[in-house]
């Protein structure tokens, strides 16, 4: 089986539950193909540097998979049906990240900062 990366950008008007329910209904296809979802990571509500598909924001999510590739390619084929995804990306890695993602670390730091200010 093979490790991936998967990164997707849902609508910006979607609520919070509603990209929760897309993130388990694409871990569905995964497991239904065999393989697992090892971990996911909502990133939140960002904004784009441009505009895609007349969206200024995106909810940003990342999956980490141990799946086989015909299991990826099914879940990346819904995603291309789905009306909700704006954008995509799956890449295969040579093992995956335990603990937090860099994306989440940064989160973290930003409100240890902020924090420490208020304090001070």
Known sequence: MGLYEHTFLARQDLSTAQVDALS???????????????KTEYWGLKSLAYKIKKNRKAHFVMLNIDAPPAAVKEMERNIAISDDVIRHLTIAVEELEEGPSVQMRKETER?????RRERD
């Open 24 to 38: 388990a209904e694409f871990t569905k296809i995964i497991e239904a193909g065999e393989g697992s979802v090892k």
């Open 111 to 115: 409100r240890e900062r902020r924090e």
